[in-house]
């Protein structure tokens, strides 16, 4: 599997998920609350919402030179798709590796 750093290197992408991904996480803290008091129309606003971030990041990954691994099962989808939202992304902000490829980004950006 490629790193995750390696199919998050294009600037536009970079801005799309530092927008889709906590939207995502939102999405699904409501989709939790609507639940929990029974309000089926937050709910399905929520999940609503939490599609149109997974659009979003699926236009952001099309900008990319190096596409993300292909999912293998519906398992595989759902496994990477959680763990990528929830641990992996924010990790990636939080270590530093995002600052990295946004400031290598813009430097490929000068040297075109």
Same mark, same amino acid.
């Given at each position: 599997m490629k790193p995750y750093s390696h199919v998050h290197a294009h600037r536009t992408n970079l801005r799309v998920h530092l927008v889709a991904v906590p939207l995502f996480v939102l999405a699904h803290v409501g989709l939790v609350a609507a639940i929990a008091y029974r309000k089926p129309l937050p709910a399905l606003t929520c999940v609503s919402v939490a599609m149109a971030s997974l659009? &979003? =990041?699926?236009?952001?990954?099309? &900008?990319?030179? =190096?596409?993300?691994?292909? +999912? #293998? #099962?519906?398992?595989?989808?759902?496994?990477? &798709?959680?763990?990528? =939202? +929830?641990y992996t992304f924010p990790k990636f902000v939080l270590s530093g590796e995002f600052q990295q490829n946004w400031l290598g980004a813009q430097s490929q950006e000068h040297s075109s």
């Open positions: 659009g &979003l =990041q699926r236009k952001g990954h099309a &900008l990319e030179v =190096q596409a993300p691994e292909p +999912f #293998s #099962s519906g398992w595989n989808f759902a496994a990477r &798709l959680y763990t990528e =939202q +929830f």
